[in-house]
T-cell receptor, first 113, second 112 residues
Framework: ELKVEQNPLFLSMQEGKNYTIYCNYS?????LYWYRQDPGKSLESLFV?????AVKQEGRLMASLDTKARLSTLHITAAVHDLSATYFC?????????????FGGGTRLMVKP | DGGITQSPKYLFRKEGQNVTLSCEQN?????MYWYRQDPGQGLRLIYY???????QKGDIAEGYSVSREKKESFPLTVTSAQKNPTAFYLC???????????FGQGTRLTVV
C-alpha cells in the first residue's frame, strides 16, 4: 500500500520569497501528481510527473520527481498572493489494480503581502 | 463541454436518513472514484469502479454504497450506518494509463 507524506502541512510566507514543498512516498512508484485546491473548491491538476528526473514548470511553480529517493518537490519562486491554496501530491502504487491515487495530507500555503 | 458533474453542491441529511450523491461524467473514462475530505485533511478513498457493473471498496467504505450501472454515472449513497457523514465529497474519473484524475466540484454534506 502506498503512503504519501507531505511537509510542511502549513506554510506561511511573504510575497517574493521562495520555498519548497516536499512529498515523500513509501513504495516504488513511477509517477506522481500535484493538485491545487482553493478553499471550498475541487482539485485542479497542476503537474503530472511520469519518470525519474522529470521536471515540469508552470509560472512560479516547478515540480520534480526522484523515484529512487521516493521524493517529489514543488518549488515556489517569488511567491504571490494568488498562489495561496492547499497543494496535494498523489501517487499510484505499482500493480495498483484500481489505477487509483493515494493522496498526501496536503500543504496549506498562505502568501502574505 | 466535457467534464464531471456532481450534484447537489450542498446537501443536508437528518439523522437516520440515507442520501444519494450524484456523479456524472461525459469524458468516456473507464474508472471512477469517490473520495471523502474532512476539514483540513487530505482525501480518503471510499469506493472505486474500473468498469460498468463492478466496484471495489476503498479505505473507508463502511456506511457507504455505490452502483455503476452506466459508464457515465457513479452515484454514492451515504447510509444511516455512516455515523459521521459530515464532510466534503469529491468524485473523480480517470482514463486508463498515466494521466491524472479529473475531479468534480464536490458535494458538501452536513448532518442536521
Amino acid at each position: 500500500e502506498l503512503k504519501v507524506e507531505q511537509n510542511p502541512l502549513f506554510l506561511s510566507m511573504q510575497e517574493g520569497k521562495n520555498y519548497t514543498i516536499y512529498c515523500n512516498y513509501s513504495t516504488t512508484s513511477d509517477r506522481l501528481y500535484w493538485y491545487r485546491q482553493d478553499p471550498g473548491k475541487s482539485l485542479e491538476s497542476l503537474f503530472v510527473l511520469l519518470s525519474n528526473g522529470a521536471v515540469k514548470q508552470e509560472g512560479r511553480l516547478m515540480a520534480s520527481l526522484d523515484t529512487k529517493a521516493r521524493l517529489s518537490t514543488l518549488h515556489i519562486t517569488a511567491a504571490v498572493h494568488d498562489l495561496s491554496a492547499t497543494y496535494f501530491c498523489a501517487g499510484p502504487a505499482l500493480n495498483n489494480a484500481g489505477n487509483m491515487l493515494t493522496f498526501g495530507g496536503g500543504t496549506r500555503l498562505m502568501v502574505k503581502p | 463541454d466535457g467534464g464531471i458533474t456532481q450534484s447537489p453542491k450542498y446537501l443536508f441529511r437528518k439523522e437516520g436518513q440515507n442520501v444519494t450523491l450524484s456523479c456524472e461524467q461525459n469524458l468516456n473514462h473507464d474508472a471512477m472514484y469517490w473520495y471523502r475530505q474532512d476539514p483540513g485533511q487530505g482525501l480518503r478513498l471510499i469506493y472505486y469502479s474500473q468498469i460498468v457493473n463492478d466496484f471495489q471498496k476503498g479505505d473507508i467504505a463502511e456506511g457507504y454504497s455505490v452502483s455503476r450501472e452506466k459508464k457515465e454515472s457513479f452515484p454514492l449513497t451515504v447510509t444511516s450506518a455512516q455515523k459521521n457523514p459530515t464532510a466534503f465529497y469529491l468524485c473523480a474519473s480517470k482514463p486508463w494509463g498515466n494521466t491524472e484524475a479529473f475531479f468534480g466540484q464536490g458535494t458538501r454534506l452536513t448532518v442536521v
